[in-house]
C-alpha cells in the first residue's frame, strides 16, 4: 500500500470517527414524579406504539375531530415536557389520556421527549 493511499485511509477514518452525530438524549427530568428518567429503548419503543395508537387517532392530518396534527418534531423537547407536566391540551383534560396509565404517559413522553425536533444537530448536514 503505497504512503499515499495510507495516508488518504487514516483522514477518511478520522473524519467518520469524530463526525457529529444526533444529538439522542439519554436521560430526562420529569418535574411531575421529580425523577430523572432513563431514555431506555424499551420504554421508547412502547412510547411509540402508545402514541400511535392513541394521540395519532386524532392527531392525523385531515382528522375531523379539529385535533392539530402532531408528529414528535412538532415541539421542541422542553415543550414536551411542559404539556405533559401542565397537562394543558383539552384531551389531557377530557380525551385520551384519561385510557392511559400514569406509567404509559410517562412512557408516550419519553418517546416524544427523545424525537424532539431539537434532538437533531442541523449542522451535521452542511
Not at 469524530?18 to 421529580?34: G, I, L, Q, T, W
Not at 385510557?99 to 431539537?118: G, I, P
Request: net charge positive; charged share 25%.
Amino acid at each position: 500500500m503505497s504512503r499515499f493511499s495510507v495516508v488518504a485511509l487514516l483522514v477518511v477514518v478520522l473524519t467518520v470517527a469524530s463526525s457529529p452525530a444526533f444529538a439522542k438524549p439519554e436521560k430526562r427530568f420529569d418535574r411531575a414524579s421529580s425523577t430523572i428518567r432513563e431514555l431506555k429503548f424499551a420504554n421508547l419503543r412502547e412510547g411509540y406504539k402508545l402514541f400511535r395508537s392513541s394521540c395519532k387517532s386524532c392527531h392525523h392530518r385531515g382528522n375531523d375531530k379539529g385535533a392539530k396534527f402532531l408528529h414528535t418534531e412538532s415541539k421542541t423537547m422542553r415543550a414536551w415536557n411542559r404539556v405533559f407536566y401542565e397537562r394543558y391540551p383539552q384531551c389531557a383534560v377530557d380525551g385520551d389520556w384519561k385510557n392511559l396509565s400514569a406509567e404509559d404517559l410517562l412512557k408516550v413522553n419519553d418517546y416524544l421527549f427523545a424525537n424532539a425536533v431539537d434532538t437533531v444537530d442541523v449542522n451535521c448536514y452542511l
